[in-house]
């Protein structure tokens, strides 16, 4: 199944995958692993729990309605994203340490 994450403000096509039982976590996962930018995403009302977001861009993504239980997002940055509604219960969400 071929999943599209695209920009919320110009429906652009940031990151898609295409494999068998493929999920919105899954290539989102991807992405980031592969460092794709993911700021200005429209991940509204997906399914991400349990997800490995850490150190992701995710600034100005549309997260509301998002399942993000138990997700790590650890060091990354969420900054003007849209969190209204989203279940952050259990969610890991410590920064990253700034090294001088």
Do not use: P, W
């Not at 509204?44 to 138990?70: C, W």
């Amino acid at each position: 199944m071929n999943i599209q994450i695209k920009s919320r403000f110009s429906a652009e096509v940031l990151f898609e995958h295409d494999c068998e039982n493929n999920s919105i976590r899954l290539t989102l996962e991807l992405a980031i692993k592969s460092r794709a930018n993911m700021s200005g995403a429209n991940l509204s009302r997906a399914d991400l729990s349990g997800a490995n977001l850490s150190g992701a861009d995710l600034s100005r993504a549309d997260l509301s309605g998002a399942d993000l239980s138990h997700a790590n997002l650890s060091g990354a940055d969420l900054s003007h994203a849209n969190l209204s509604g989203a279940n952050l219960s259990g969610a890991y969400l410590k920064n990253k340490e700034k090294l001088v």
